[in-house]
């Protein structure tokens, strides 16, 4: 059973839950795609980095959720895949730049987590991060999807929250599922109040 990204529920409102997410490290690449299309392009090449296409510089204890052989490491899938716009100055639900990310189990640094062989993977270290979430189930459209990002705005806007950075789209369950069944989620950033003036917020 695929592990699930951690997280606190803060607040819950009756359209989104406010979270607090711990510091994790993201294994991305970015592809230009359609909207739909997006995932798919970039699933494969994720896909190869957990499952042993990498290189690993240190020995990783077999306990779940990872997985050691004497070559190589499979890394035990995390949800969300999060998919998110990388064009400045668009929502990208018109075709674009997008980054499609897996969550690295917890443990994972930015030091431990084993190198990809394949240059268009890159890790990123996400800093703890608080942010608004919808859940909805359905389609992975691009009208599905500005819909209940319009939605969750709106309930933001009603609540005096500020939103910072773009919107991540996350998807919880593989293609086969069936669309009516499927988990998926919109995941804003907010501006944290526990930051001080000045401090670094998530750098996405």
Known sequence: MTAHQPYETLRSHDDFEVRRYPEHVLAEITVEASFEDAGNRAFRTLFGYIN???????????????????????IAMTAPVLQECADAWSDCTDG?????????????????????????????????????????????????????????????????LSPVGPPRFARFD?????????????????????????????NR
């Open 52 to 74: 042993g296409k990498n290189q690993s510089d240190q020995k990783v204890a077999m306990t779940a959720p990872v997985l050691q052989d004497s070559t190589s490491e499979s």
């Open 174 to 202: 593989p293609p086969y599922k069936p669309w009516f069944l499927r988990r998926n989620e919109i995941v804003l950033s907010l501006e944290d109040p526990d930051d001080p003036p000045g401090a670094p917020g998530e």
């Open 96 to 160: 674009g730049r997008f980054r499609v990310s897996f969550v690295l189990p917890e443990g994972f640094t930015l030091e431990n987590a084993p190198r990809p062989t394949d240059s268009r993977v890159r890790l990123r270290l996400v800093p703890p991060a608080v942010a608004a979430a919808t859940r909805f189930r359905g389609r992975w459209s691009a009208a599905n999807y500005r819909k209940h990002l319009e939605r969750l705005r709106t309930a933001l806007r009603s609540e005096g």
